[in-house]
């Protein structure tokens, strides 16, 4: 034992034995302007549905749907109290534009989605979830459409037809099929929402 004491003793006590315990600091993200919509509610719920995939796009809805008919049925939470926010982005973000845009750049919307209509196997003429946005619409669930993937598809539809890229980035902002956010980028919202008490869903 004596021993074991004196080879002990020829080395410094360690530096993390004296050292304080760190005072933890909670963290707070920086808010900007641009993100204050998310906090415009009174919501007891907040939910966001991230999509990207075009293929995967219809469970958006469906996942959406259910969030206000079982709060609804099972919580008696009425569809007001709940904040629910399908993000339009990447191969998704043409399903933000209405009928009308579908029906003049409906063949460049569907060649840079790289997607079809299931059912045709063909471009569609219309926006295939109209009646189902609007349907939802009416419970209070919000769109948010990506700015950067806007410019995008402007830019292919507009290439496409023969006319000025932003003359159809314009009238694409102007045509959601259903009143929506415009967002700077839509994987930006999405952190943005999470860090406003919104827990996030993707459906890729």
């Given at each position: 034992?004596?021993?074991?004491r004196?080879?002990?003793?020829?080395?410094?006590?360690?530096?993390?034995?004296?050292?304080?315990?760190?005072?933890?600091?909670?963290?707070?993200?920086?808010?900007?302007?641009?993100?204050?919509?998310?906090?415009?509610?009174?919501?007891?719920?907040?939910?966001?549905?991230?999509?990207?995939?075009?293929?995967?796009f219809?469970?958006?809805l469906?996942?959406?749907?259910?969030?206000?008919?079982?709060?609804?049925?099972?919580?008696?939470?009425?569809?007001d109290?709940?904040?629910?926010v399908?993000?339009?982005?990447?191969?998704?973000?043409?399903?933000?534009?209405?009928?009308?845009?579908?029906?003049?750049?409906?063949?460049?919307?569907?060649?840079?989605?790289?997607?079809?209509?299931?059912?045709?196997?063909?471009?569609?003429?219309?926006?295939?979830?109209?009646?189902?946005?609007?349907?939802?619409?009416?419970?209070?669930?919000?769109?948010?459409?990506?700015?950067?993937?806007?410019?995008?598809?402007?830019n292919?539809?507009?290439?496409?037809?023969?006319?000025?890229?932003?003359?159809?980035?314009?009238?694409?902002?102007?045509?959601?099929?259903?009143?929506?956010?415009?967002?700077?980028?839509?994987?930006?919202?999405?952190?943005?929402a999470?860090?406003r008490?919104?827990?996030?869903?993707?459906?890729?």
């Amino acid at each position: 034992m004596m021993l074991r004491r004196s080879f002990l003793s020829g080395f410094p006590l360690l530096s993390f034995v004296q050292a304080p315990v760190a005072t933890l600091r909670a963290w707070q993200a920086a808010r900007h302007a641009q993100d204050d919509w998310f906090d415009e509610n009174s919501a007891k719920h907040r939910v966001i549905f991230d999509t990207w995939n075009a293929e995967h796009f219809p469970d958006a809805l469906q996942f959406a749907g259910n969030t206000f008919d079982t709060n609804k049925s099972d919580y008696d939470i009425p569809p007001d109290q709940m904040a629910v926010v399908i993000v339009c982005r990447h191969r998704t973000t043409p399903f933000g534009f209405n009928d009308a845009m579908w029906t003049k750049y409906g063949k460049s919307f569907s060649a840079m989605m790289d997607w079809t209509d299931p059912k045709t196997h063909e471009a569609p003429t219309a926006n295939p979830y109209s009646a189902r946005f609007k349907s939802l619409a009416a419970l209070g669930l919000q769109l948010a459409v990506c700015n950067r993937t806007t410019h995008a598809y402007a830019n292919r539809a507009a290439r496409d037809a023969g006319l000025k890229n932003d003359d159809v980035y314009n009238e694409l902002k102007a045509n959601t099929v259903i009143p929506a956010h415009i967002v700077p980028a839509g994987v930006i919202a999405v952190t943005r929402a999470v860090e406003r008490g919104y827990v996030n869903i993707s459906i890729g």
